[in-house]
């Protein structure tokens, strides 16, 4: 653990006179030395754009960020790199998916299908798109236990499903959805999966063939890697008949006054210059997960909220919501008391640990818990089980300030 730690300069640092506890990976990860010595390397020996260069330094540019698609293309196990478009985020990624595959193939009369525990960017790209084509949206519910309802599930998924989007792993709840059953069952009615990986990639083993999913979004800064690039995985025939999303340069065979020709895929979905340094720096965060391997990962994530499990619940007047320990990945959010979450978080700021605190992009789920918000610790590769012990300490001392 400690060699892993001495490869992330930012944790050797103190916040407010303590050491730093970084427990909000969920929204975004440290970045190790070797992914931000990918990017320096880039930026001082071989920028330059990709693709249309005959130069030296063009074609070193071009060699290491197809490279990177290759490299994502093995991470999650896809047939082949053309499946892989680079975007900005998994925002993206969905928008991407919903926007082309969406306009292309809904219309009045067609549902799409998500469930009330998806992030935001999984939620407003289906409302955007439905509205604008006449097809209507639907919700699998979830339980108290913050799993998804299965046998709601069962009477939404019908016919006229043509999509169902749902999250892997929920930000909120740390739920794992049983995703290649999910698929099945879409594919079951004739429709297409839609997954949002955001979660899930980062941090267990992926095998896009294995679950058949037809397109999954995921980004780059939630895995070690720098925050603008991600990736949309998209079953090929379905890329090659969608339309494309933005329209640019790269995008295109040939453009004449009155129309254009598209590009093959993936790069008719990636208009203008690309996050070439950020691609090249993301495939060297996935060399760091690789050497560490995903079982690995995910072991020792499940060894942290093991512990945090306890040691959190053993707190009086703090609530957890969602499945327990062994059903969950490396996240819990809670309520403490009826103390505002944003002054818990302000609190464990100050003792040196860092957490989120609002609606974590998640408001349907926070609604149906009836809170407005929660307070949530995530932990990854670097967290140790002794941050665990520094995080309820200061929640102790979060409960003894606001005297309960
Ligand atoms: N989906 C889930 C489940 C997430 O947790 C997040 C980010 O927290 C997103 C989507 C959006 O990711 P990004 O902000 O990188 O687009």
Redesign the pocket.
């Known amino acids: 653990m400690s060699t892993i730690r001495a490869d992330f300069p930012i944790l050797d640092q103190q916040v407010h006179g303590k050491p730093l506890v970084y427990l909000d990976s ?3 990860s440290q970045k190790p030395r070797q992914v931000i010595e990918a990017l320096v390397r880039y930026y001082e020996q071989d920028n330059a754009n990709v693709h249309r260069g005959v130069h030296a330094l063009a074609e070193r540019a071009t060699a290491g960020y197809e490279k990177a698609r290759l490299k994502i293309a093995r991470f999650i196990n896809a047939a082949s790199s053309k499946e892989i478009v680079f975007v ?7 928008n991407l998916a919903a926007n082309a595959w969406g306009r292309a193939n809904l219309g009045p009369g067609d549902e799409v299908l998500i469930t009330q525990m ?5 939620i407003v790209p289906w409302q955007l798109v439905t509205q604008a084509t006449g097809a209507t949206l639907r919700y699998v519910p979830i339980t108290p236990a913050g799993e998804l309802d299965m046998d709601a599930l069962d009477a939404l998924l019908t016919e006229r499903t043509k999509v169902f989007a749902f ?1 892997a ?3 909120v709840l740390g739920t794992i959805n049983p995703v290649a059953e999910l698929v099945a069952r879409a594919h079951a009615v004739g429709a297409i999966a839609v997954v ?1 990986g ?2 899930s990639v980062p941090h267990l083993p992926t095998d896009v063939q294995a679950l058949d999913a037809d397109f999954l ?1 995921f ?1 780059g ?2 895995m070690l890697g720098p ?1 603008g690039i ?1 990736a949309l995985y998209g079953k090929r025939a379905l890329l090659e008949a969608m339309p494309p999303f933005m329209g640019g340069g790269e995008m295109i065979r040939e453009v004449f006054m009155d129309h254009s020709t598209w590009n093959d895929v993936p790069f008719k979905f990636e208009a203008g210059t690309p996050a070439i340094g950020e691609a090249i720096a993301f495939d060297a965060a996935i060399d760091y997960l690789d050497a560490l391997g995903m079982e690995w990962v995910r072991e020792h994530e499940m060894e942290i909220t093991r512990y945090a499990w306890e040691r959190l619940s053993a707190i009086e007047g703090l609530r957890i919501i969602g499945p327990g320990p062994e059903r969950r990945g490396g996240l819990l959010s809670f309520t403490l008391a009826d103390v505002h979450p944003h002054d818990v978080a302000a609190v464990l700021d100050m003792h040196g640990v860092a957490v989120r605190a609002g609606h ?3 408001q349907p789920i926070h609604d149906f818990y009836g809170v407005p918000a929660t307070a949530r610790a995530s932990f990854y590769i670097y967290n140790t089980l002794e941050e665990v012990d520094v995080l309820a300490e200061a929640l102790e001392r979060a409960k003894a300030l606001f005297s309960f």
């Open positions: 969920t929204a975004t900005r985020n998994t925002t993206e990624a969905i998806e992030h935001h960017s999984n999250t792993m929920s930000n949002d955001a979660q979004a980004s800064h939630k925050t991600g974590h992009c998640a």
